[in-house]
Nanobody
Framework: QLQLVESGGDLVQPGGSLRLSCAVS????????VGWFRQAPGKEREGISC????????DFADSVQGRFTISKDNAKNTVYLQMNNLKPEDTAVYFC???????????????????WGRGTQVTVSS
């Protein structure tokens, strides 16, 4: 069974940056799509970014487009979410999730994903 562990969450001031990591084991990521989701208090979980197994396909929610980037290091079995120009509305628990996909595709819908991490807290506040 695939296991995912998020890290990198922290308290940051508005306008600041953070990089979240999603470490995956025990299988390599070549055919696993990984998505990043977030859930703010009292709100539904929102898909914000995803990346295909080979890294050729990426997608972003409108709410983070232009501020967040996603990348992966298959040698380290890790996916990164670089978050820049953070805003208070980015405050949430951030989750990574994965599913096996032979095709190079990615999705922002949480119902597509089978494996989930436990999340890491990101707080944007002055």
């Amino acid at each position: 069974q695939l296991q995912l562990v998020e890290s990198g969450g922290d308290l940051v001031q508005p306008g600041g940056s953070l990089r979240l990591s999603c470490a995956v084991s025990p299988y390599t990521l070549d055919y696993y799509t990984v998505g990043w989701f977030r859930q703010a208090p009292g709100k539904e979980r929102e898909g914000i970014s995803c990346i295909s197994g080979q890294g050729s396909i990426k997608d972003f929610a409108d709410s983070v487009q232009g501020r967040f980037t996603i990348s992966k290091d298959n040698a380290k079995n890790t996916v990164y979410l670089q978050m820049n120009n953070l805003k208070p509305e980015d405050t949430a628990v951030y989750f990574c999730a994965s599913l096996w996909s032979f095709k190079q595709m990615c999705w922002l819908q949480e119902s597509m994903y089978e494996y989930w991490g436990r999340g890491t807290q990101v707080t944007v506040s002055s």
